[in-house]
């Protein structure tokens, strides 16, 4: 489609429109080609028409004259719920010298996640009228990916910001530059911050971001400081939040963790640059003994186009700090005691509660509650602390914050969940991410790892450049006590270079070892998934073992580790239904898994030889 001059008549409007559209997906984009040459060829810009707004929200714009050539326009739209059209505006201020033309519009991921037929384990949500399978990650994260609202239903506001309303219970730091300011639709500056908020995707939202034009200046800085939380246990605290960094300058945006008032923390996470015109997600996991807080830092760059945008925060598995205001005093003052913590992030007491449990049970740390020691480390929490799961490997385990989850390796010295020897020179496992690694290694050594798929991301590889041929390093789990008849475990595992060993899981019982899975050899530069049934044990270690190659040009490397369906079977006593077999056990199973060599039941009756 191209414009024909007509006339030149003064404020001539050349417009078209779309089709109307009912909704789009979280990760709807809009693309489209672009020519706009001449000497007066003037402005263009996209709008979107949102059915009960009446101010149309700017998409994208052209200013000028952009040379004889196409070029290529990508704009993010994101989820948007109500029945909405484009309209492509060209105007003419009286003279119009030149030609603007369109072609290859094209939609991506833009329909809304289809229904599954089932949504099994820990990382997924099942939404409750679409029937979508979702990621867990995705609950609560002020965005609806269901299309039916579920996965936004019944979270805790006081863990999500908008800025619809505010700042929420975030706040400005005193300590920082200048102030994040909360704005709709574009900010003030062309050709750099965000056109429209990332809640709404429409002019009608609101997000907060950081001038950087004058009188700002290179690297000021301004923070903004989330509510005090509590330790947060191995891992099992999330933050998201979406981030908007547009503009030839912009320099920097940081998240830091901390736990005393008059620092900064540690670094979480950071972004140099400018990423294009789009919002984009970024998922951070929290481990801390103590209470803390998340600080967000935007730093100015060399000029006035370098706006960052902030929107839509939220935690996921956080709790807010409950303590005394003497303890947030002393948390302003920069002086907190460590507090002892349980996987759920709540604090528990330093000693037993008074019980009158015996040697073969396991004493609940907060309520002196007595369980049976087989349902410790079995992947269901049974204590209302979850204690009896606190010192156990986890059901998941991505390596991130340097966290490993329970694992460990035996015959080296733990050390604050770190390894310290006094001999260098030895083969065994590590934590490494691409960020790190020399120009030479890269060739053998993942550039990313698979949870992020970054050079930030942390992953566990063997570090072949230590011992020699033949020389083997185990990283186990601590005894689990007892799995169900369908537990499985799950690990993406990264094998390439010309010496790589081989990497084997072995399941060690007493002192009985025996083999589950193995591979040898270079199987490419890709991360490969690879299943290992389990099953029914009791008493039991998982181990990964590799061995070294003949020489350093082979790190075999594991990330994201997951057991699957592995908590022992809860009896209910409730009858079985028409669809289901009654186990011998009373346990109730579904017809289909009769006679599949899989022992359902934990007692073999679903594949007695008589059915």
């Not at 299309?147 to 863990?159: A, H, I, K, R, Y």
């Not at 300590?175 to 908020?197: A, E, Y």
């Not at 999330?238 to 923390?265: A, E, I, W």
């Not at 006035?304 to 303890?327: N, P, V, W």
Request: charged share 20%; net charge negative; aromatic share 12%.
């Amino acid at each position: 489609m191209f414009i024909l001059k007509k006339s030149n008549n003064i404020s001539q409007i050349a417009r078209l429109r779309s089709p109307k559209f009912r909704q789009t997906g979280a990760n709807c984009t809009l693309s489209f080609w672009y020519y706009n040459y001449g000497q007066s060829v003037g402005a263009a810009e996209l709008q979107l028409l949102v059915d009960g707004l009446k101010v149309p929200t700017v998409l994208w714009r052209t200013y000028y004259n952009e040379g004889n050539q196409w070029l290529k326009a990508v704009i993010q739209l994101g989820r948007l719920p109500h029945p909405f059209q484009f309209s492509l505006d060209k105007i003419s201020l009286g003279f119009y010298d030149g030609v603007s033309a369109i072609d290859d519009i094209r939609f991506e991921n833009c329909a809304l996640s289809p229904p599954a037929l089932s949504c099994e384990g820990p990382n997924h949500f099942w939404c409750r009228e679409t029937s979508a399978c979702i990621h867990s990650l995705l609950v609560c994260d002020l965005v609806d990916d269901c299309g039916d609202g579920s996965d936004e239903d019944n979270c805790n506001p006081d863990l999500q910001c908008n800025f619809e309303n505010g700042l929420c219970n975030w706040e400005q730091s005193v300590n920082d530059d200048f102030d994040w300011i909360r704005i709709q639709g574009p900010t003030p500056t062309v050709n750099t911050g965000p056109l429209k908020d990332h809640t709404t995707g429409t002019i009608r939202g609101h997000y907060i971001y950081m001038e950087s034009s004058q009188p700002r200046q290179f690297q000021e800085k301004a923070i903004l400081l989330s509510p005090l939380f509590n330790p947060s246990g191995n891992g099992t605290c999330v933050f998201r939040f979406h981030y908007h960094m547009f503009g030839k300058q912009v320099y920097k945006l940081s998240v830091f963790q901390r736990t005393v008032s008059n620092v900064r923390g540690w670094p979480l996470w950071y972004k140099f640059g400018n990423q294009e015109n789009r919002w984009i997600r970024q998922t951070l996991r929290i481990s801390s003994s103590k209470p803390f807080q998340i600080l967000v830092e935007g730093t100015v760059g060399d000029g006035f186009t370098g706006d960052i945008g902030l929107d839509d925060l939220s935690f996921l598995g956080c709790t807010l700090y409950s303590g005394s205001q003497h303890f947030i005093a002393l948390f302003l003052k920069g002086n907190l005691p460590t507090i002892s913590t349980t996987t759920s992030g709540t604090s528990v007491p330093a000693t037993l509660p008074m019980n009158n449990c015996t040697e073969k049970e396991f004493v609940c740390r907060a309520s002196g509650r007595c369980i049976h020691m087989t349902q410790k480390c079995d992947f269901r929490p049974d204590c209302s602390d979850k204690s009896d799961e606190s010192d156990c490997v986890m059901e998941v385990c991505d390596f991130e914050d340097k966290n490993l989850c329970g694992w460990h390796q035996p015959g080296l010295k733990q050390m604050s969940g770190s390894y310290s020897i006094h001999t260098t020179n030895i083969f065994k496992w590590k934590l490494g991410r691409g960020a790190n690694l020399y120009s030479e290694q890269e060739i053998h050594s993942p550039i990313t790892d698979h949870t992020t798929c970054t050079e930030e991301g942390w992953y566990l590889f063997a570090d072949s450049s230590n011992g020699e041929f033949g020389h083997t390093a185990d990283f186990a789990t601590p005894v689990i006590s007892l799995t169900g008849p369908r537990c499985k475990i799950i690990f993406w595992n990264r094998m390439n270079g010309s010496t790589i060993g081989s990497l084997e899981v072995l399941c060690k019982t007493n002192n009985r070892t025996s083999k589950l899975w193995t591979q040898s050899g270079s199987q490419g530069p890709q991360w490969n998934r690879a299943e290992v049934f389990l099953g029914i044990r009791s008493d039991f270690q998982v181990i990964f073992r590799a061995k070294r190659g003949v020489s350093y040009m082979g790190d075999v490397a594991v990330d994201d580790i997951t057991f699957e369906d592995c908590s022992p079977l809860l009896i209910s006593g409730k009858p079985c239904t028409s669809e289901e077999f009654t186990c011998a056990n009373k346990y109730c199973i579904p017809k289909n898994n009769l006679c599949d060599f899989v022992n359902d039941c934990a007692d073999n009756s679903d594949e007695s030889p008589t059915i």
